[in-house]
């Protein structure tokens, strides 16, 4: 099945600098790659998203890259906020055929701290 | 948009009693709804994919008869813990996957305390 590693687990970085978040995935057939961030006692929220027909995604502070060939893609926040310390987790889609249909395979978190 | 509701949001409950959570999504309609379950600094757990109108799907080592998902319209699924036990307690999140687009947007969670 998928399995999706994420690194580092913990970031801690200073306001304004930038953090970068890794995840690799072993499904090839993998199509989709969000990105949640989960405050403390709540849900995660969707943050951003990339399809696999795509290598490059940018939202304001955050963007997300894909390589389709490594089967990694990536997270990066620029000029970071104390409002930005949360888990991050990222996700993949699992391939066609899993009896799960669209669930999504999530790696085990980072941790990111931004200290003022 | 996309905003998924949980309720409760959290839940105490004694032994041996049943619980039901609630999970809509309050602007858009989803046809596939899952449940998930995370231990204190943990990853998200999957536990059952539940599609309108028909049975869920459970993953592996997730009792059925436990945890009892019904999703009986486009907006509205819910996970019912039966016979709960010290060691259902956790912090259960739903997810609702959009018609659209397909994005899944996430509840706010239940946090589950059986004494």
């Known amino acids: 099945g998928e399995n999706v590693e994420q690194h580092p687990s913990t970031l801690s970085v200073q306001e304004g600098d930038s953090a970068v978040i890794k995840c690799t995935y072993s499904?090839?057939?993998?199509?989709?790659f969000p990105w949640y961030k989960q405050e403390l006692g709540k849900g995660p929220q969707l943050i951003i998203d990339?399809?696999?027909?795509?290598g490059e995604k940018k939202d304001q502070r955050i963007a997300v890259t894909l390589n389709k060939t490594a089967k990694h893609f990536s997270l990066h926040i620029t000029e970071t906020q104390p409002e930005d310390s949360a888990v991050y987790f990222c996700?993949?889609?699992?391939?066609?055929?899993?009896?799960?249909?669209?669930?999504?395979?999530f790696g085990k978190g980072t941790s990111l701290l931004v200290t003022p | 948009g996309a905003v998924v509701s949980q309720h409760p949001s959290w839940v105490i409950c004694k032994s041996g009693t049943s619980v039901k959570i609630e999970c809509r999504s309050l602007?858009?309609?989803?046809?596939?709804m899952f449940w998930y379950r995370q231990f204190p600094k943990q990853s998200l757990m999957l536990m059952a994919t539940s599609n309108e109108g028909s049975k869920a799907t459970y993953e592996q080592g997730v009792e059925k008869d436990k945890f009892l998902i019904n999703h009986a319209s486009l907006t509205l699924s819910t996970l019912t813990v039966t016979s709960a036990h010290p060691e259902d307690s956790s912090f259960y999140i739903c997810?609702?996957?959009?018609?659209?687009?397909?994005?899944?947007?996430f509840g706010p969670g239940t946090r589950l305390l059986v004494l």
């Open positions: 602007d858009f309609q989803a046809t596939t």
């Open positions: 997810s609702a996957r959009a018609l659209a687009g397909g994005a899944q947007y």
């Open positions: 990339i399809r696999s027909n795509v």
């Open positions: 499904d090839s057939a993998s199509n989709y």
């Open positions: 996700a993949a889609k699992k391939g066609q055929g899993s009896n799960s249909g669209y669930a999504l395979n």
